[in-house]
């Protein structure tokens, strides 16, 4: 009988040797643009694996073997990753969602687009892409009850899923609404709420199937989910801009932000002037029909709808194209009022103008062939365009002044963690 040769004993490996050959895999194929890279985390966990033997629950170990061996799927390197000493505010919002976004596609059969866009567009059976979008809004983050009605809170909350519907060329379908109340809250008021959702709902043929309801301890929390639908030869997503393509701006930005900052500071301004910029902070409305403009045209490339700033939501289109841009400033549309109410309040213009944020306008990359029959189209049906700038080669965001100078711009709009 012949003999088996001797079993070659186990390499005696530390499970963050596997780790380590597995991040250096690894990174070569993860998005450079994630919170992990923008924060050198890689580095920084190669570095920290020499203090350890053993990842738990990762790489089985017994008596100093590594046992069972596989490179680390994505997701369990950004948990993996989690330093114990970082701080929500030291990556903000959106480091935050680059984070988690690995561990989102479980199942990725259907999935047109996940996490880091406007709306997840899902593929099933039928012609349509199926959009689906939740908005979660909190009383003293995102609104105060004193500011308005109970109606105008409410149709607000759904302007905002509305509005990401809008950006992905859609129409929107269906809400559920889920709500947390504290117990004292009057029962006449939250009939307002719910009938300021219903006459904003009727405007876009917009049904409300349910949802749900719990209690609060201290403010009252509001989350609404929308589904949507589009052709798939329409979507728009945020990552498909080209170099040369046209920036434009659906509407006025700014004036928002300028409402915001009146009903916050109470300044001393013409009545005229502060209502206007107040309804424009409480009162947007979404962009549905410029949004399905833009998906038929055939000029469209590339959408996001102005809810954090324009500087923070064309830098998304930037960062996840992998192009830059350049912002002229006499091109930004800019109203009279905006211009008094900034010098009466010693506020500096562009401060609103370019990061205020819930104007729920649409921002667009648009081929320049194709620009001037867009705007005759927008025209046939009283719409406006404003073209603001252009995409171009390269990793930044430029504000260029009259006078030819250009300065970097920096993301500056609204993170809710910074």
């Known amino acids: 009988m012949q003999k088996r040769p001797p079993r070659t004993p186990p390499q005696k490996l530390s499970c963050g040797f596997f780790l380590r050959q597995s991040l250096r895999k690894k990174r070569k194929s993860f998005p450079p643009a994630t919170g992990l890279a923008q924060t050198g985390l890689y580095r920084n966990l190669e570095l920290s694996l020499e203090r350890h033997s053993c990842a738990s629950g990762i790489q089985p170990c017994r008596a100093g073997y590594a046992r069972r061996t596989r490179l680390l799927t994505s997701a369990e390197i950004v948990l993996l990753t989690w330093a114990p000493t ?55 983050v995102h609104f105060l009850r004193q500011w308005g009605s109970p109606e105008i809170i409410g149709a607000r909350a759904l302007t905002a899923n509305l509005s990401d519907i809008a950006a992905c060329g859609g129409t929107p379908l269906d809400a559920f609404i889920s709500i947390a109340i504290p117990e004292e809250t009057e029962v006449e008021w939250l009939d307002g709420l719910y009938r300021g959702m219903a006459e904003m709902a009727r405007v876009y043929d917009v049904n409300l199937l349910g949802g749900d309801t719990t209690g609060s301890k201290s403010d009252l929390v509001i989350n609404i989910a929308l589904t949507g639908t589009v052709a798939p030869e329409h979507v728009l997503f945020r990552h498909t801009a080209k170099v040369g393509d046209i920036i ?171």
């Open 86 to 140: 970082m701080k929500l505010k030291d990556i903000g919002e959106f480091g935050f969602i680059d984070r988690i976004a690995p561990l989102g596609n479980i199942r990725t059969k259907g999935v047109v687009k996940g996490i880091g866009d406007d709306c997840a567009v899902i593929a099933l059976e039928g012609p349509n892409y199926l959009l689906v979008t939740t908005d979660l809004l909190v009383e003293r």
């Open 248 to 418: 434009l701006l659906t509407g006025p930005t700014g004036l928002s932000a300028a409402g915001c900052d009146i009903l916050l500071h109470s300044p001393e301004l013409p009545e005229q002037i502060s209502h206007n910029l107040i309804r424009s902070h409480l009162e947007p409305r979404p962009h549905i029909l410029q949004g399905r403009l833009l998906a038929t045209s055939g000029a469209c490339t590339a959408a996001i709808d102005v809810s954090d700033g324009v500087s923070s939501d064309l830098g998304h289109i930037c960062r996840d194209s992998g192009i830059a841009a350049v912002i002229y400033k006499n091109r930004l549309p800019v109203s009279d009022e905006l211009t008094r109410a900034a010098a009466a309040m010693g506020t500096d213009l562009l401060k609103w103008v370019l990061h205020g944020g819930e104007d729920y306008v649409l921002l667009a990359a648009v081929r320049p062939d194709k620009l001037e029959d867009l705007k005759k189209r927008f025209k046939s049906n009283g719409l406006d365009l404003y073209p603001i700038g252009e995409f171009v080669s390269g990793h930044e965001m430029f504000l260029e002044r009259p006078d030819g100078r250009r300065e970097a711009l920096a993301w500056g709009g609204w993170d809710h963690f910074r």
